[in-house]
Nanobody, 121 residues
């Protein structure tokens, strides 16, 4: 069994900052990539940022220069530092991990339950 648990969401004023964390636990053999997705009301879930085990990163155009993804491989944890937040960043943020377990060598995607980020004055 694998769990992804997010933390760090909340209410912040425009221009403010938040840091999200996601810890993966369970019978994890290897984690390939981790990332963050978000889903705003009435919109589809989309990629915010991702990071490979080697540290290569990818960002959505809307967050480039404002958000930074990082990862602690020893802790199976991924972080998302969000600066200069805008009202349009309001969404539920979901953690994602592509990983294999001790029970299956085939890697697949796992998801957290999500954490709400609200940017409003």
């Amino acid at each position: 069994q694998v769990q992804l648990v997010e933390s760090g969401g909340g209410l912040v004023q425009p221009g403010g900052s938040l840091r999200l964390s996601c810890a993966a636990s369970g019978s994890i053999f290897s984690i390939n990539a981790m990332g963050w997705y978000r889903q705003a009301p009435g919109k589809q879930r989309g990629l915010v940022a991702s990071i490979t085990s080697g540290g290569s990163t990818n960002y959505a155009d809307a967050v480039k220069g404002r958000f930074t993804i990082s990862r602690d491989n020893a802790k199976n944890t991924v972080y998302l530092q969000m600066n200069s937040l805008k009202p349009e960043d309001t969404a539920v943020y979901y953690c994602n991990a592509i990983l294999s377990t001790y029970y299956s060598e085939s890697a697949r995607a796992y998801w957290g339950k999500g954490t709400l980020v609200t940017v409003s004055s």
